[in-house]
């Protein structure tokens, strides 16, 4: 009996052994690709060598709105806390510790040599001076063009027949992806800077995160294009709800700078507050706005946001925390519940609520709007006119176009509709 049972194990074990050998294992592990006998050790750049890799093994699962591990590595900021505390180094080299990265398989030796090399020669120099979370055209962008490109491409012959001080011509290269293959010096492209060695991979990854991430709106106008109701503005909506709400003398305006938190515009809200695009739950300013420890709650009762506008932040977090901005504006269908309220709201309210409102003002509802809207109150304050106290008090002038609404309306006889 037993050498039956003996006999028909091995028999199976043959057939096993017969079928992979004819058909092949169905999931035929990943085999490491060999380093090239010449590795190159000279030529190291983030933008040539280190992003490529990346690009290829990581970002799929490293990037977006839910990296995981709440690790985007298309954020340069979080590359290099990784370059910092050696995860980085750990993870390619898949050390005793570390989760391996790539899952599956190892780089090959050339390409973890080639980012151990960057890691200590480059990435040191720029760990803590590479600002990518405010990167601007006119604060970032533009003074590296400035320095580094528009001496050939400016002017009345602008090499190329590109002039960089012309911001729509510098939008056509942005968006068709000629600026990035110019500055990465990639092949194809006509390299730039023309007679110099490419750009550093500071310079390099915020021109990248403009390009990825801005509107080509012109610096300093108004953006052309409505506002989508599916998405949450930081001009428009978010920062008048913090100034109005937060920013107030002895909490969170740049004089009282309680806790040591700013909230008067995009900068300082992304600087003094812990904010990580894309996840509410792990941004400290969404948390201290559903804390339900009385103490702990922001900003204090009475002034508490509505879970509309505590929602508004989350999703404004969820959707990237960009410094973002829309036209809102309609003087042709101007109604109280769609033009005047929601910008009250926004930028007045926290001040005109609760038991002691700011001037013994109230702005809670509509008859408490129709009273300060046909004294004069309303239209003196959001004016800025002599004699009246100007409003929003803590943030800037109400837009030309949204006073025009209101003034509108008030013509209109303050109807509520």
């Known amino acids: 009996m037993m050498k039956n049972k003996l006999l028909i194990s091995m028999t199976g074990f043959l057939l096993v052994i017969i079928s992979i050998t004819e058909y092949g294992c169905k999931h035929e592990p990943v085999i490491p690709t060999e380093s090239p006998e010449t590795c190159d050790?000279?030529?190291?750049?983030?933008?040539?060598?280190?992003?490529?890799?990346?690009?290829?093994?990581?970002?799929?699962?490293?990037?977006?709105?839910?990296?995981?591990?709440?690790?985007?590595?298309?954020?340069?900021?979080v590359l290099a806390e990784l370059v910092v505390n050696g995860k980085l180094s750990g993870v390619i080299n898949r050390e005793t510790g570390y989760s391996p990265m790539p899952p599956g398989f190892a780089l090959d030796s050339c390409t973890v040599k080639q980012i151990d090399r960057w890691i200590a020669d480059t990435a040191a120099t720029i760990i803590g001076d590479c600002d990518t979370l405010n990167v601007t055209y006119t604060g970032t962008v533009y003074p590296i063009l400035q320095a580094n490109c528009n001496s050939c491409h400016s002017g009345t012959s602008p090499a190329g027949g590109l002039d960089f001080t012309d911001y729509d011509q510098l939008a056509i290269i942005a968006q068709n992806g000629a600026l990035m293959g110019s500055i990465?010096?990639?092949?194809?492209?006509?390299?730039m800077p023309q007679n110099a060695d490419v750009l550093d991979d500071c310079s390099i990854a915020q021109i990248g995160i403009w390009v990825r991430d801005t509107t080509y709106t012109p610096p300093g106008g108004g953006n052309d294009h409505p506002c989508d109701p599916d998405t949450a503005y930081f001009q428009n909506q978010v920062l008048p709800l913090l100034i109005s709400n937060c920013a107030t003398s002895g909490c969170h305006d740049a004089a009282s700078h309680e806790d040591g938190v700013i909230l008067v515009d995009y900068t300082s809200v992304m600087q003094t507050t812990e904010v990580k695009p894309g996840d509410p739950f792990d941004s400290e300013l969404y948390k201290v706005l559903i804390e339900d420890e009385g103490d702990e709650i922001m900003p204090p009762a009475p002034a508490s946001l509505t879970m509309g506008q505590i929602d508004l932040v989350k999703e404004w977090i969820q959707q990237g925390a960009l410094d973002n901005s829309c036209d809102d504006c309609d003087t042709t269908n101007v109604t109280f519940s769609a033009s005047v309220w929601p910008a009250l709201e926004t930028n007045c309210m926290g001040c005109h609520s609760g038991a002691t409102p700011a001037g013994n003002i109230p702005i809670t509802n509509f008859n408490e709007v129709f009273e300060i809207a046909n004294n004069g109150k309303l239209l003196g304050s959001i004016r800025h006119n002599i004699g009246f106290s100007p409003m929003p008090k803590n943030g800037t002038k109400l837009?030309?176009?949204?006073?025009?609404e209101i003034e509108i309306?008030?013509?209109?006889g303050t109807p509520n509709n």
């Not at 309306?409 to 209109?412: L, P, R, V, Y």
């Open 399 to 404: 837009s030309d176009c949204k006073i025009k």
């Open 409 to 412: 309306w008030i013509a209109d």
């Open 184 to 191: 990465q010096h990639l092949e194809g492209f006509s390299p």
């Open 41 to 77: 050790m000279e030529n190291i750049s983030f933008a040539s060598t280190i992003e490529p890799v990346l690009k290829n093994n990581c970002y799929g699962c490293h990037s977006s709105i839910t990296p995981n591990g709440g690790i985007d590595l298309t954020d340069f900021n």
